[in-house]
């Protein structure tokens, strides 16, 4: 198992030169795979905690007298998505999640002083998200949680973290398979990967509209693992 030092030299690494990708290559193959999601301190401290939330919400789901307030409205929007179609609940809970606070956990800037690469050092659970809104990543990922709910699988989903060239700043989306090859184009917020068959899902309250080539992918992460999209990386020299 990888150390924390060892984790953050490794994926601030990752994070300094981004490679030759554009939004419209996602791959869901793991010949990028850097490490095991729990591997990631802040992450996987995240998970651990999320246990409770997962608990509340199966007690939740089980009996309505037995629902924490701030998860009742997700009990509803589950009930609600129960019968739909794979893009219908990725529309319901797209819809849900973007209508929470957003705020910033950290600068959207990956690089700090000297050049030093700042990794994401707290991650909100679905509990914690819900109570007091988050940054890109916490919505992506709280997004994340609840299509889990919905029985799709791990492997099928990813928070990916890319760099907006056309602005220089980094965003996070949530990339779900697509079960159908033949789903029909969504919304602006809602970009479909022909080439691969996946969903690539904005994750906060800004709409995007900007050319996909001016994404690039920087790494992924989901409950299972960690996936470096900079394989031919190299560090930045101050």
């Known amino acids: 198992m990888r150390t924390?030092?060892?984790?953050?030299?490794?994926?601030?690494?990752?994070l300094?030169?981004?490679?030759?990708l554009c939004l419209?290559?996602?791959?869901?193959?793991?010949?990028?795979?850097f490490a095991d999601a729990a591997d990631w301190p802040s992450f996987a401290a995240m998970l651990e905690r999320h246990r409770a939330t997962a608990a509340d919400l199966a007690a939740c789901r089980a009996d309505a007298?037995?629902?924490?307030?701030?998860?009742?409205?997700?009990?509803v929007v589950l009930e609600r998505g129960a019968t739909l179609?794979?893009?219908q609940q990725l529309r319901l809970v797209n819809r849900f999640v973007n209508n929470r606070r957003y705020s910033h956990d950290r600068?959207?800037?990956?690089?700090?002083?000297?050049?030093?690469?700042?990794?994401?050092?707290?991650?909100?659970?679905?509990?914690?998200?819900?109570?007091?809104?988050?940054?890109?990543?916490?919505?992506?990922l709280a997004k994340y949680f609840l299509l889990r709910e919905f029985g799709i699988p791990a492997p099928d989903m990813r928070v990916v973290v890319a760099l907006d060239q056309s602005v220089g700043e980094h965003h996070a989306l949530l990339?779900?398979?697509?079960?159908?090859?033949?789903?029909?184009?969504?919304?602006?917020?809602?970009?479909?990967?022909?080439?691969?068959?996946?969903?690539?899902?904005?994750?906060?309250?800004?709409?995007?509209?900007?050319?996909?080539?001016?994404?690039?992918?920087?790494?992924?992460?989901?409950?299972?693992?960690?996936?470096?999209?900079?394989?031919?990386?190299?560090?930045?020299?101050?």
């Open 4 to 14: 924390a030092s060892q984790w953050q030299a490794g994926m601030g690494a990752a």
């Open 107 to 140: 600068p959207r800037r990956m690089e700090g002083a000297g050049g030093e690469t700042r990794l994401k050092s707290h991650w909100q659970t679905l509990g914690e998200f819900l109570a007091r809104g988050g940054d890109c990543e916490d919505f992506a």
């Open 16 to 20: 300094v030169l981004v490679a030759q």
């Open 85 to 87: 179609t794979r893009e």
């Open 175 to 238: 990339v779900v398979r697509r079960a159908d090859a033949d789903v029909r184009r969504t919304d602006a917020d809602m970009r479909r990967n022909d080439a691969d068959g996946a969903w690539l899902i904005d994750t906060d309250n800004r709409i995007h509209q900007r050319k996909p080539a001016s994404i690039r992918y920087v790494y992924a992460v989901n409950e299972e693992g960690v996936w470096d999209h900079q394989p031919n990386r190299t560090r930045s020299e101050d």
């Open 65 to 75: 007298q037995d629902c924490p307030g701030h998860l009742k409205r997700v009990r």
């Open 24 to 33: 419209a290559a996602y791959s869901f193959d793991d010949s990028g795979r």
